[in-house]
């Protein structure tokens, strides 16, 4: 791929193309899991709140004003406004009941019909069996309801909800019943597990990234960040080297424990600091 010639915006493009296809793989990761929507209030007030985090640093005792905060982020002072006065802002989105239930639109979906007193069946204390097309209380005009988007159908939504076992079709009378008020993005502990961990080092790799990046302003050593890979891998090679790789990472895993444990403390502390060694096998498909 052919980049600017101009020096400045050579190096702007490089650094352009290194986040585009770190988004890129995360989307990937996340679709289906978590909606656009959602997604963009996150890194909104987060990129907020980094802004004004890095401006108290730079500026400490001192009022952050709403005009700094713009020049920073790219928007205008209502913006910014508005997004300091989200519910999440300076709070983390796990804890937040009502992202966690609407982090797709399915989910938001089976959260109105499990708690609008419009679609429970007040006896039973439970939502109600709905008829999918028609007046309210009906599926279709929960979907209305639920979500803000426009141009989306009931048979979508039908559709997903049924794929995911939170929902049973009767085709005869046209009816739908909620069967499990979750919609689960991640539908196992096993995966949910993977995501955690796996996230943790990407996490951890964008910190030394950083660190590396500010390290000579700083005067101060770069962390340790190297990388091993091809680009001309043989298909029918690849599950020999998974297996060579996977021994070789368990035997540096073992030596890697071993050389921290002396290190590690027995009990917290206030000033103390997270340090570890990260190491895991990847493929990509080529691209060409």
């Known amino acids: 791929m052919a980049l600017p010639s101009n020096p400045p915006l050579r190096d702007i493009a490089i650094l352009t193309r290194a986040i585009e296809n770190v988004f890129r793989k995360l989307i990937r990761m996340l679709m289906g899991r978590m909606s656009l929507k959602n997604l963009q209030e996150m890194v909104q007030v987060i990129f907020v709140e980094e802004a004004e985090e890095m401006l108290r640093l730079e500026t400490p005792g001192k009022n952050i004003s709403l005009t700094t905060l713009a020049v920073i982020t790219g928007f205008d002072t209502r913006t910014v406004t ?168 368990l035997e540096s895993d073992d030596r890697a424990r071993k050389l921290i444990e002396p290190f590690e403390q027995s009990e917290s502390d206030i000033n103390q600091i997270t340090a570890g060694i990260s190491m895991f096998y990847f493929e990509e498909k080529s691209r060409n």
Not at 113 to 137: C, D, T
Not at 140 to 158: H, K
Not at 173 to 195: C, F, G, L, W
Request: proline share 5%.
């Open 82 to 249: 508005r997004i300091k006065k989200n519910d999440s802002y300076l709070k983390h989105f796990y804890q937040e009941e009502r992202f966690l239930s609407q982090i797709t639109p399915e989910c938001s979906v089976l959260d109105v019909w499990e708690s609008n007193p419009k679609y429970m069946n007040p006896e039973l204390g439970r939502p109600q069996v709905l008829q999918i097309k028609g007046p309210a209380p009906s599926f279709e005009s929960l979907i209305s309801e639920s979500v803000s988007t426009r141009g989306v159908t009931a048979t979508s939504f039908l559709q997903r909800l049924e794929a995911s076992n939170s929902i049973t079709i009767d085709k005869v009378r046209n009816q739908v019943r909620m069967i499990d008020k979750r919609y689960t993005p991640i539908d196992s502990e096993d995966k949910t597990e993977h995501a955690k961990i796996g996230m943790a080092v990407v996490g951890n790799l964008v910190d030394t990234i950083a660190h590396n990046l500010n390290a000579t302003a700083l005067d101060t050593a770069p962390f340790y960040q190297q990388g091993c890979w091809t680009n001309r891998l043989r298909k029918e090679d690849s599950e020999k080297l998974r297996e060579m790789v996977r021994v070789f990472l």
